[in-house]
Structures are given as structure tokens and as C-alpha cells.
């Protein structure tokens, strides 16, 4: 899709959504990553969301129907966001989702940091590099992973110091592109990407 018709897809004024997601008692979470379902998730994206088991989920946009969103909220909390496709106000352009720990001092206190902070929105690169805009503003949040959508190519990288995580897409097939949905699963110690080859269940990874 050419720039112009990019630009023109996004209202002149993003809408932001910020949200806390507190680790389990253990200090760990499983986030599952979706995006450009379009209204047709693959059929075993239930079944690949039980076999993770995600204490949220996270929607990158192009969602179609609403009711996909529905879907995924009995597996586990959904955070959505508003693709190019995507004309209804309920969904965000932007969530800032920090990941806390509130199980330090009991959650008293003043609010510590994030361990991590994300920034999910539906159009962030162009190719293997992320947007400027984007960048900045995910600078100006204070993130440091962006997770996107839009193109329905996987991917995981590294551009302006920023990490950039596309799960890739579980709606119909474009191309010759596979059907894949991402995972964030973060511990004390680590933060860490994967892809999940939604018709088979097996890891996946570029050929």
C-alpha cells in the first residue's frame, strides 16, 4: 500500500490506551501476540492459545469483526488496538502496557518501574526498520519493545535501540506468507520473543 494511503488510514490525532499487567507470583507472564486476523483467525488459534496458556493477549490490529476479540478474551485479557482496516472507536491506535511487579513490598508504596514497557500499535515499520514517528514515540513512552502488525511478516529486530516484535498474522493467508502468532514470555531474569506456527503448533523460525 503506497505511504499516502498509509497516512490516511490513521486519524490526524492517535487515540492512546496505558495499562498495567502485573507478573504472576512467581515474577513470570505469558503474553500471546496476534494481529490481522480480519475477521478469520485460523481455525486452531484456540487451540494454540490453551497449549500457551497466556495470562493476556495482545491484538495488533486489523481485527475485522469484533467478535474475534470476544473470542480471544475467553483464553485470557485482551489488549487491542485499531488497524488501517479497523474503523470502530472502542480500539485504540496506541496501548503503552507496562508490566509490574506487585508482588515486591506487597504492591505498597510509591509505583516502582515497569520491568518492561511495550508500545502496541498497528503500523510501525517500513520493511525491517521501524517508522520515525514511531520511534519517537515510542521514546517519548519510554518503551522499549514495539509490538506491530500490518504487513503479516514475523518478525524480531533491533532499530534505533528499540526491539520490534511482529507476530505476524493468523487471518487468511496473504501470499506465500506463513500463518504464525507470537509469544513474550518474561521471567526475573529475561524478556523472550518466539513465533508459533499457527497450523502446526511447532516453533517457527525464517527459512
Known amino acids: 500500500m503506497p505511504a499516502r494511503s498509509i ?20 515474577g513470570c507472564l505469558t503474553i500471546a501476540c496476534v494481529a490481522d486476523t480480519h475477521s478469520l483467525p485460523h481455525p486452531a488459534t484456540a487451540e494454540r492459545l490453551a497449549a500457551i496458556a497466556p495470562d493476556a493477549i495482545l491484538h495488533a490490529g486489523d481485527i475485522g469483526d469484533s467478535l474475534v476479540i470476544e473470542r480471544l478474551a475467553t483464553a485470557a485479557q485482551v489488549f487491542a488496538v485499531r488497524g488501517n482496516i479497523d474503523t470502530r472507536s472502542e480500539f485504540p491506535d496506541v496501548v503503552v502496557l507496562d508490566i509490574v511487579d506487585d508482588t515486591v513490598d506487597g504492591g505498597a508504596g510509591p ?24 520511534a519517537r514515540m ?47 514470555a518474561i521471567t526475573p531474569h529475561a524478556v523472550r520473543l518466539a513465533h508459533i506456527d499457527c497450523e502446526t503448533g511447532r516453533p517457527w523460525t525464517p527459512p
Do not use: M, W, Y
Open 111 to 134: 509505583a516502582r518501574e515497569p520491568r518492561l514497557r511495550i508500545l502496541l500499535t498497528h503500523i510501525a515499520v517500513a520493511g525491517p526498520k521501524l517508522r520515525a514517528e514511531v
Open 138 to 184: 515510542a521514546r517519548a513512552e519510554g518503551a522499549s519493545l514495539v509490538v506491530c502488525g500490518h504487513s503479516h511478516v514475523p518478525f524480531i529486530g533491533r532499530d534505533r535501540d528499540l526491539t520490534v516484535f511482529n507476530p505476524g498474522s493468523i487471518g487468511p493467508r496473504r501470499f506465500q506468507l506463513p500463518i504464525v502468532l507470537g509469544t513474550i
Open 7 to 26: 497516512r490516511s488510514a490513521r486519524p490526524a490525532r492517535l487515540t492512546r490506551v496505558a495499562a498495567r499487567l502485573p507478573v504472576r507470583g512467581d
